[in-house]
């Protein structure tokens, strides 16, 4: 069984950051790639950033524009994945996903919410001007 719990959400002013964790557990966790989504209040899911299953390649939504860093750490059964927001803006306030793929790869890529079996609850993320 495949728990995603994210946290570290909360509301904050324009410019300031934040750092969202999601806490992913299961047997074979390791082997999963991991991604953020996001979801604005009548609009679609988005993706905003992933990370391969060994870490070793991030991918990120234009809008990032170099001010989210995704990153990853492995323990036994369980991964935890980060998302550090920095110089945040009041387009990004939206509810937060944490996304885990079992296969490790994707067949279209990391950004199509399709590509993902598993989803954490949200942690709901407010930026203020």
């Known amino acids: 069984q495949v728990q995603l719990v994210e946290s570290g959400g909360g509301l904050v002013q324009a410019g300031d950051s934040l750092r969202l964790a999601c806490a992913a557990s299961?047997?074979?966790?390791?082997?999963?790639?991991m991604g953020w989504f996001r979801q604005a209040p009548g609009k679609a899911r988005e993706f905003v950033a992933a990370?391969?299953?060994?870490?070793?390649?991030?991918?990120?939504a234009d809008f990032v524009k170099g001010r989210f860093t995704i990153s990853r750490d492995d323990a036994k059964n369980t991964v935890y994945l980060y998302l550090q927001m920095n110089s945040l803006e009041p387009e990004d306030t939206a509810v937060y996903y944490c996304?885990?793929?079992?296969?490790?790869?994707?067949?279209?890529?990391?950004?199509?919410?399709?590509?993902?079996?598993?989803w954490g609850q949200g942690t709901q993320v407010t930026v203020s001007s």
């Open positions: 299961g047997r074979t966790i390791s082997y999963y790639a």
């Open positions: 990370i391969s299953w060994s870490g070793g390649s991030q991918y990120y």
């Open positions: 996304a885990a793929n079992s296969l490790g790869s994707y067949g279209t890529g990391p950004g199509a919410t399709y590509e993902y079996d598993y």
